[in-house]
C-alpha cells in the first residue's frame, strides 16, 4: 500500500527566500505523484505532478519538485516566496494498479514573513 | 482542468435532519471521490466511484452515502446528521488516463448544530 509522509507541518520563510517543503513516499510499484495548494475555505488546486519522463517538474506559480527514486522524495522548491504563497500544501501518491484512488499527505502550512 | 461543482458551499443544519451534498463534473471523468476534511487538518477518502453504478468505501468510515447515477452526479447523502459530521467536505473528480490527476471542487462546508 502506499502512503505519503510531509516532512514539517507548519513551514516558515522570509519573503523572498527560498521555499522548500519536503515530501517522502511509500510505494510498491512506481508511483505518480503530485502537489496541490489549498488555499483558507477553498478546494485544493493542482500545482504540479509527476508521472513518468523528467524527473524535475515545473508547475505554476514558480513551483517546481524533483521525483528521487533512490530516496522515494518529491520535494516542492520555489526559488523566492512571496506573500501569496502562504497556504496549505498536499503532496499525494497515486499508482495505477488495483484501484485508482489518491493518497494524501497531512500537509505543510506555508508562512510567508515580511 | 476539470470544472466541478459542489453545492452547497455552506451549510448549517439542526441535529437529525437529513442532507445531501451536491456534486456535479462537465468533463466527463470517470472517476469521482468524496474527502472529508477539518479545518486544517489533512484529508480522509469517504467514499469513491469508478463509473456509473460503481461506488465503494474509502478509508475513512463515514456515515454517509453516496449513489452514481449519472456520469457528471455524486451525491453525498446524510440521513441523520450529527454534530460530529460538522466538517468540510470536498468532491473531486478523475480520468483515468490523465496520469491520475484528480480536480476538486470548492467544498462543502457542513456545521451540525
Known amino acids: 500500500a502506499q502512503s505519503v509522509t510531509q516532512l514539517g507541518s507548519h513551514v516558515s520563510v522570509s519573503e523572498g527566500a527560498l521555499v522548500l517543503l519536503r515530501c517522502n513516499y511509500s510505494s510498491s510499484v512506481p508511483p505518480y505523484l503530485f502537489w496541490y495548494v489549498q488555499y483558507p475555505n477553498q478546494g485544493l488546486q493542482l500545482l504540479l505532478k509527476y508521472t513518468t519522463g523528467a524527473t524535475l517538474v515545473k508547475g505554476i506559480n514558480g513551483f517546481e519538485a524533483e521525483f528521487k527514486k533512490s530516496e522515494t522524495s518529491f520535494h516542492l522548491t520555489k526559488p523566492s516566496a512571496h506573500m501569496s504563497d502562504a497556504a496549505e500544501y498536499f503532496c499525494a501518491v497515486s499508482l495505477n494498479t488495483g484501484g485508482f484512488k489518491t493518497i494524501f499527505g497531512a500537509g505543510t502550512r506555508l508562512f510567508v514573513k515580511a | ?113
Not at chain 2, 49 to 58: L, W
Open chain 2, 1 to 113: 482542468e476539470a470544472d466541478i461543482y459542489q453545492t452547497p458551499r455552506y451549510l448549517v443544519i439542526g441535529t437529525g435532519k437529513k442532507i445531501t451534498l451536491e456534486c456535479s463534473q462537465t468533463m466527463g471523468h470517470d472517476k469521482m471521490y468524496w474527502y472529508q476534511q477539518d479545518p486544517g487538518m489533512e484529508l480522509h477518502l469517504i467514499h469513491y466511484s469508478y463509473g456509473v453504478n460503481s461506488t465503494e468505501k474509502g478509508d475513512l468510515s463515514s456515515e454517509s452515502t453516496v449513489s452514481r447515477i449519472r456520469t457528471e452526479h455524486f451525491p453525498l447523502t446524510l440521513e441523520s446528521a450529527r454534530p460530529s459530521h460538522t466538517s468540510q467536505y470536498l468532491c473531486a473528480s478523475g480520468h483515468t488516463g490523465a496520469g491520475n490527476t484528480i480536480y476538486f471542487g470548492e467544498g462543502s462546508w457542513l456545521t451540525v448544530v
